[in-house]
């Protein structure tokens, strides 16, 4: 198998710019013309070293192109079997508000965060906090109305209870969405996202 | 940032005519009472610029500043601790917030990108950064929050985790927003408590600080993620921005979009974001199979509603989001379209 | 400015233009990270290989419906948590065998799962291929080792390496690969004698 120098140092270069998301067309033009199991194992080289400089645990080796072969041979083999397989929708991979159980990449940040906001408490704060020494200005606080009463009003986090978990997590999603564009836009730095920390999770 | 310094001069434009025309006022009167009123009307109008000021400044100070600080945040039925650091190192930003309570989760954020951290090692992902125009929403929309707010500072200082610190008040001009205080500290304007209250004067959420230093001895090795950690990108894609085909046949005053724009997010979901300059709302729209009628939850300070509505044979799913009361959330429902 | 999701939109295109070579690409790019993460879900090593198999797969099969609204990887990511989750659904419907407790996900070490390093050659293998690596990149002239380490650890794009290294794009990009070329020479050896 031949090692890494004696490639053209610039189809490696280009490799090494592609697994970091840097590479341009020309780049990967470059790679493409190479033999997929050197690259494949050159990419293994890669991902190896960003193991050992990331994770605690132990770094792997071993899948080299044997994987990205068998996916291949899979799909040609299933090309040749039914060519209608091709045209299987995304919907069908990605129903990501119905089904319960289809769950979205980002949950998982939100599933550490859940104990924490299950572990909760009530803080019991006096009204009228606001503005106490300046009375004067309370009128002009408006009151505001409920036009339709506080029927329609749940808190989310009975949202569980409503079985209705696909729904609570896309709301959950626009939650932090919304944190995260809080944090950006109001001038508090991050602590908008405190918010974040608060909010309900399913789970 | 040519806002802030546009901002400035025209504070400082604003004070500079305020005072000659209180000059002319005193040349061309001699009656006490009405120069009494000139003075009293100028000293509102001071207070109101100078609470602009320290806002402003607050706003640069979260991203100007170093510290290291523990504070609290709580709403109705719920209460943290979290510990926020701040710093700016060979020009890059560092800034992390971390969860006391419970598992101790950590937000880092390195210039404009955001990782999250966890605690157990089991497992982490890599990603280039996300490119996010943080400095440019490091400013606050000053003219915009005049429309909603009335803006006071308040002569009588306090104390807050051990600092001097000057009260701001935002009380808003309807009913469609929530009244905010600000606690900022007198010597470096940074923002030391912040409570958000309702119509009726009850706390909705509070941010305070229990403890700060102003000169931590941060370094870089604090704000990358330990070893053995488990990181994850906050942000699971980029925005993409995309044509807004929808809008608002009413908004309440001072409520803007923030850009221009929609932003698709993954599954054919828009995302808008108005703001008063205070307050947001986030708006997503994404084609939807079942009808819904309009229900609405909160959790905090956050309101969130949703609702179906169809055009022509589309149904299409309506969420808001954000920290305004329930009325609004409803009536922005109601009043959301598409674009002619 | 290209950056991730730019390379990987580039290799997107030519898939959806028939390139399968592109998407050969893909999946030598991912399959680490597709293979740990789905051994969060299912814990077996050959298990998980099949089913991250399926994922590609999948992915493959959607590909024409990707319209670059999120980063490949999020999309792919996606894609593969839905099929460990169903795969566990499906194995959990066929008693008694399946005991999967999906709260636990975030505590199991995929990595320690599907590292095969229960043998005792496999783990000493493994122990000195990462020593090696330290050991290489602690040699690394100082620019090689920063550049790396920025992107690595750090996980700055090149364009924000320039900044803080103040020097061009290009530099960086050098940097980062005559970096991993050196610890990659220094490392061969070991990893071919753990094939």
Not at chain 1, 101 to 124: D, E, G, L, R, Y
Request: charged share 25%.
């Amino acid at each position: 198998m031949a090692a890494l120098n004696d490639h053209a140092p610039e189809s490696l270069s280009s490799l090494s710019a592609m697994f970091d998301g840097e590479a341009n067309e020309q780049d990967i033009d470059r790679i493409l013309k190479e033999d997929s199991a050197h690259i494949t194992k050159q990419l293994e080289g890669f991902h190896v070293i960003q193991q050992a400089l990331t994770k605690e645990s132990k770094v792997t080796v071993g899948l080299q192109d044997s994987f990205v072969s068998s996916i291949r041979a899979k799909i040609d083999a299933e090309d040749l079997a039914n060519q209608n397989d091709a045209d299987i929708k995304a919907d069908n991979v990605l129903s990501f508000s119905e089904g319960a159980q289809h769950k979205p990449a980002w949950k998982v940040m939100f599933s550490s965060v859940a104990v924490a906001a299950s572990v909760t408490f009530v803080v019991i704060f006096g009204g009228n906090l606001f503005l106490s020494s300046e009375t004067s200005n309370v009128n002009t606080l408006a009151e505001v109305s409920t036009p339709e009463g506080d029927e329609s009003v749940a808190a989310l986090a009975e949202l569980n209870k409503e079985a209705l978990p696909a729904d609570s997590i896309r709301l959950q999603h626009y939650l932090r969405q919304h944190a995260e564009q809080a944090a950006m836009t109001v001038g508090q730095g991050m602590i908008p996202m405190a918010r974040v920390v608060s909010y309900p999770v399913e789970e | 940032m040519t806002f802030t310094l546009w901002f400035r001069c025209c504070v400082v434009l604003l004070s500079s005519l305020l005072f000659s025309a209180s000059v002319f006022a005193d040349d061309i009167t001699t009656d006490r009472v009405a120069v009494t009123k000139k003075t009293v009307h100028e000293v509102a109008t001071h207070s109101s610029s100078q609470a602009l000021i320290l806002l402003e400044n607050m706003t640069q100070s979260f991203a100007a500043l170093k510290y290291d600080g523990v504070f609290v945040h709580s709403e109705a039925t719920n209460m943290n601790s979290m510990r926020v650091r701040h710093d700016v190192m060979n020009g890059v930003e560092y800034e992390s917030l971390i969860d006391l309570d419970g598992d101790k989760v950590e937000v880092l954020r390195i210039d404009d990108t955001i990782i999250c951290v966890y605690p157990d090692a089991s497992f982490a992902t890599h990603r280039a950064p996300v490119a996010l125009p943080f400095e440019r929403f490091k400013e606050f929309e000053l003219d915009q929050l005049l429309q909603g707010y009335e803006i006071k500072l308040s002569d009588s200082n306090t104390r807050i985790a051990g600092r001097d610190a000057l009260r701001i008040t935002l009380i808003p001009k309807d009913t469609y927003r929530y009244g905010h205080e600000f606690f900022i500290d007198a010597e470096n304007h940074f923002l030391l408590k912040h409570d958000v209250i309702k119509a009726d004067g009850k706390l909705l959420e509070r941010i305070q600080f229990t403890s700060v230093s102003f000169s931590p001895d941060l370094k870089r090795e604090d704000f990358v993620p330990k070893k053995g950690t488990y990181t994850e990108p906050v942000f699971e894609s980029e925005h993409r921005q995309i044509k807004n085909l929808w809008q608002f046949d009413w908004l309440p005053e001072g409520f803007s979009l923030v850009w221009p724009e929609a932003r698709a997010l993954n599954h054919g979901t828009s995302m808008l974001l108005l703001s008063d300059g205070m307050a947001t709302v986030s708006v997503f729209v994404e084609p939807a199979m079942k009808a819904k009628g309009m229900s609405v939850f909160y959790t905090g300070a956050t309101m969130a509603g949703e609702q179906t509505f169809k055009v022509k044979d589309q149904m299409y799913l309506l969420t808001m989001v954000g920290e305004v009361p329930q009325a609004t959330i409803e009536k922005l429902m109601t009043v959301f379209m598409p674009r002619h | 400015m290209p950056h991730e999701t730019s390379s990987d939109q580039a290799l997107v295109k030519r898939v959806q233009q028939g390139d399968k070579q592109a998407f050969d690409l893909l999946v030598a790019k991912y399959q680490y990270k597709v293979i740990g993460l789905i051994g969060r879900y299912v814990h077996d090593r050959s298990e998980a290989l099949d089913v991250a198999q399926d994922s590609f797969i999948k992915a493959y099969r959607a590909i024409g419906n990707f319209r670059g609204e999120s980063a490949f990887y999020t999309w792919l990511y996606r894609i593969a948590v839905n099929t460990a989750k169903n795969y566990l659904v499906s194995r959990s419907r066929r008693p008694p065998e399946s005991d999967v407790e999906l709260d636990n996900e975030e505590v199991f070490s995929a990595y320690e799962a599907l590292a095969d390093i229960d043998t005792p050659d496999a783990k000493l293998n493994s122990d000195r291929l990462e020593a090696a690596i330290h050991g290489a990149i602690k040699n690394l002239p100082e620019e090689l080792r920063s550049a790396l380490t920025l992107r690595e650890f750090d996980g700055l794009s090149y364009e924000d390496i320039a900044l803080i290294m103040s020097c061009p794009v290009g530099t960086v990009r050098s940097r980062i690969f005559r970096a991993r070329e050196a610890v990659e020479k220094h490392i061969r050896p070991l990893m071919d004698t753990g094939e």
